[in-house]
């Protein structure tokens, strides 16, 4: 510092922006570090309260509520491949000694030989599924994203209906809507199999209820751009609900794939896969493993939508660089 | 709220105008958002077609004698009367019902939030895994249909086996079929399947929150995950809790078919006979379809009211 004082101002300035400038690097690099630590550490970025100890206990405490919720389907599956005499040993074991497909195989020699090719039931499974499922996915954001975003008369009305016919629950109700069908002409074909699956309101509500969280200016903003309704909903607000979006395709897919068709279908060529399943488990007659064969066939199809799905939803920051 | 909203907005003018004026107001609103119609019209047409007539063609029915034989034949208020004052079943299921709906409703309910929170609170890769473990039992169709294997009353039954062999009982229990224990069981197998469409919900509502709020949260003084909890994720995730509520209350009121299926039909001394069971009885077994659905009219109602309570306890977070 005694140095300086015999400098002239002009260089005390120099010096000080050499200064300045190496504390602002030395700045600079600390926050890169920062940053790259941080994107390391992915989704559990710092974060108050977080500890190995509260990890390792939430992971523990999962893990046995966990083990009571899988026991059940872990005997389903074990069950299954129970050859007949082992199940009814006693005590009941906890898993299969000699473990054979035979149930299944039974399961398919028999849906074989019905009255229609096993194919038959397959591809109307796969259809109904397909259908109802992008249907009711297109039909329902679409009309999720006017009644959340949009002002328009009867948009109050539209809301309270929509909740309204999921509360109702009445066993005439099946009746009407069978009424309803036969009206229309529309028992014994496909479109009673696909379409009382669009026009629950379940898919609708959830939606609507994830898409109400878009601050208003993010649209705005797309407005003053230029874009149209339809492309706000499928460009901006979409790509921003799309864990909501992953779950209604969950549900639609389990909904539509357990379908039975209730009464409105009865063409045998008509039946869908848990139709034929049911059927063959009821008259079985190593019924347990039958039965058990049946669930687990009928669980795989939604257990792939749903892995599938969740790995789609990436923790985006969804509303990032938005402030209200 | 957007009602209100707009209505604010238009009280000045409001006040003035006459009904042919807000008449032609609505209309030229139409007019200028037809464009919200038409999307609306793909979903609304079949929802309209295939939810909405049925319903409100199904309201009527509860003030009918209706046998699926013969044209209803209207009676008035005549099938309530009998339910409240003649029909000691029913004033049993309700009990059943109300016991079932704590236990599906608000504890599954609690659990399934605290659940997806605590799920949240892992590893993207253990996150997919435990919502798959919690969400499964929901997922295949009628697979409850294995606690029959568990509680079944004779020996081959699993707990009574596992029970045998430890010696806490040296004979069978009758867990379905003894009337002091089939209740507890069927709430055990009801709190099982119900981690459903609420909790996939609420893992959703917990995906879709901002990661950037939690380290504003930070900055602001936030110190534990209570308080992060309570100040900033319940907030943000209003709307997905009131979703989860309706599904909640739906599935607490109308407990049926698991109970008919591990217990039979009729349980013993009508232990798991809830409301629904009872219209379940009286219209596919006795086929008297307007007292069933009085009964179910009864239950919506119930569901509607419930539905505005948690609506109002929400109210804060929503819209």
């Known amino acids: 510092m005694a140095k300086k004082k015999n400098l002239k101002p002009s260089e005390i300035a120099a010096m000080q922006e050499q200064e300045n400038a190496a504390a602002l690097a030395a700045l600079r690099k600390r926050r890169e570090k920062e940053h790259q630590k941080m994107l390391r550490s992915k989704g559990s970025n710092k974060r108050v309260g977080k500890s190995w100890t509260n990890d390792i206990g939430i992971f523990l405490l999962l893990f046995f509520m966990g083990l009571f919720m899988i026991f059940p389907i872990y005997l389903a599956v074990v069950n299954s491949i129970k050859p007949v005499q082992e199940v009814f040993l006693m005590p009941p074991k906890l898993y299969a000694m000699d473990p054979t497909t035979d149930n299944f195989r039974d399961l398919f020699k028999i849906a074989n030989n019905s009255w229609v090719p096993f194919s038959r039931n397959v591809f109307n499974s796969v259809f109904v599924t397909v259908a109802a499922t992008v249907l009711h996915v297109l039909f329902a954001s679409t009309a999720a994203f006017v009644l959340a975003k949009c002002r328009f008369p009867g948009n109050a009305l539209l809301n309270q209906v929509v909740v309204i016919a999921l509360l109702f629950n009445s066993t005439v109700l099946y009746i009407m809507q069978y009424m309803v069908m036969a009206t229309l002409g529309m028992i014994n074909t496909y479109s009673a199999l696909i379409l009382p699956i669009i026009s629950t309101s379940m898919g609708l509500y959830l939606m609507r209820q994830s898409m109400s969280t878009i601050p208003d200016a993010m649209i705005e903003a797309a407005k003053v751009d230029g874009a149209g309704l339809m492309r706000i909903c499928w460009g901006i607000v979409m790509p921003n609900c799309k864990p909501a979006l992953m779950t209604i395709i969950i549900f639609e897919f389990q909904t539509a794939w357990n379908t039975n068709g209730g009464g409105l279908v009865y063409d045998e060529a008509l039946k869908t896969i848990p139709v034929v399943v049911q059927q063959i488990a009821a008259a079985g007659m190593a019924r347990q493993g039958a039965i058990a064969a049946s669930a687990v066939v009928l669980m795989i199809p939604p257990l792939l939508v749903f892995v599938l799905a969740q790995r789609n939803v990436m923790e985006t920051m969804a509303h990032a660089g938005m402030k209200d | ?319």
């Open chain 2, 1 to 319: 709220m957007a009602e209100a909203a707009k209505k604010e907005i238009l009280l000045p003018s409001e006040r003035k105008m006459s009904r042919k004026e807000r008449r032609d107001y609505t209309l030229h609103e139409m007019k200028r958002n037809y464009m919200c119609y038409l999307m609306l019209a793909p979903f609304m047409i079949f929802f309209i077609i295939f939810t909405v007539i049925p319903v409100i063609m199904s309201l009527p029915i509860g003030f009918t004698d209706f046998d699926m034989a013969s044209f209803p034949r209207w009676v008035g208020f005549q099938n309530f009367y009998t339910m409240f004052m003649d029909d000691d079943v029913f004033m049993k299921s309700i009990r059943t019902t109300l016991i079932f709906a704590i236990f599906t409703g608000p504890l599954s309910y609690v659990m399934s939030f605290m659940l997806a929170w605590l799920i949240n609170e892992l590893h993207q890769s253990l996150k997919t895994l435990f919502t798959l473990i919690f969400y499964a039992p929901s997922m295949a169709g009628n697979i409850y249909f294995v606690w029959q294997l568990i509680f079944s009353g004779d020996q081959y039954g699993y707990l009574n086996a596992f029970l045998m062999e430890l010696g806490f009982t040296t004979s069978a229990m009758q867990w379905l079929t003894d009337g002091r224990l089939v209740l507890g069981c069927v709430i055990v197998v009801q709190l099982w399947v119900s981690m459903g469409a609420g909790f996939l919900a609420m893992r959703a509502g917990f995906q879709g929150i901002d990661k950037s709020m939690y380290e504003a949260g930070a900055i602001e003084g936030i110190k534990n995950r209570w308080q992060e909890l309570l100040f900033i994720t319940i907030p943000s995730m209003g709307p997905s809790l009131m979703f989860a509520a309706v599904m909640q209350i739906v599935s607490a009121f109308t407990v049926d078919i698991v109970g008919r299926t591990l217990a039979g039909f009729p349980s013993t001394d009508y232990q798991v006979h809830t409301i629904m069971t009872h219209a379940f009885d009286y219209g596919w077994v006795r086929y008297e379809m307007g007292y069933a659905s009085a009964i179910c009219f009864v239950l919506f109602i119930v569901m509607l009211v419930c539905n505005n309570l948690v609506g109002k306890m929400l109210g804060k977070y929503v819209d």
